[in-house]
């Protein structure tokens, strides 16, 4: 099986920018989706194919990924950022999402 | 507007059964894969299982198999889950979600709101 790591929480400053991580053994190598989920919502997909932005997603959402690891960034971070973000990838004929990251704005 | 409502959620005895429905609208179901994507109380996600546009071909995570069975119904712009031998970890929010790919799973672009399963002794 395939397992991808996130960090369980990070913290940032409103204006600042926001960097949540996703490991995984060459993760380079996959195509790599973002989905943002707030408190008793469905999640939504916010970054798909490791940097594109689904239309409807803010600029200020990008996604790289290169290595073990792949990154959202969230520039300009607003008080409605504050959300969990998980990262998810196809392995073989099945989806592995990541643990989920809660992003808390100062 | 796509729209992806679930139906058939409710409490459950250990080992009972229970079907799920997802009712899709505002586009053209019979085009695209759909996935079953499930969320433990307190918990992350967890895929639980796809089915191409045409239905021939179907993937579960290992944790399901051979207990729940997705299919659907294109004339009815409909999907499915058949619950099986349920146990206390199937309890959790299930997700119909429409899926990007169409030969396996790939990435999800829009989400139900969810229907609640209870397993309980």
């Known amino acids: 099986s395939y397992v991808l790591t996130q960090p369980p929480s990070v913290s940032v400053a409103p204006g600042q920018t926001a960097r949540v991580t996703c490991g995984g053994s060459?993760?380079?190598?996959?195509?790599v989706h973002w989905y943002q989920q707030k408190p008793g919502q469905a999640p939504v997909l916010v970054v798909y194919d490791d940097s594109d932005r689904p239309s409807g997603i803010p600029e200020r959402f990008s996604g790289s990924n290169s290595g073990n690891t792949a990154t959202l960034t969230i520039s300009r971070v607003e008080a409605g950022d504050e959300a969990a973000y998980y990262c998810?990838?196809?392995?073989?004929?099945?989806?592995?999402f990541g643990g989920g990251t809660q992003l808390t704005v100062l | 507007e796509v729209q992806l409502v679930e139906s058939g959620g409710g409490l459950v005895q250990l080992g009972g059964s229970l079907r799920l429905s997802c009712a899709a609208s505002g586009f053209t179901f019979r085009s695209y894969g759909m996935s079953w994507v499930r969320q433990a109380p307190g918990k992350g996600l967890e895929w639980v299982s796809y089915i191409t546009s045409s239905g021939n071909t179907i993937y579960y995570a290992d944790s399901v198999k051979g207990r729940l069975t997705i299919s659907r119904d294109n004339a009815k712009n409909s999907l499915y889950l058949q619950m099986n031998s349920l146990r206390a970890e199937d309890t959790a929010l299930y997700y119909c979600a429409r899926d990007y790919g169409d030969l396996h799973p790939y990435y999800f672009d829009y989400w139900g709101q969810g229907i609640l399963v209870t397993v309980s002794s």
């Open positions: 998810q990838v196809r392995y073989s004929n099945s989806v592995v």
């Open positions: 060459n993760i380079g190598d996959k195509s």
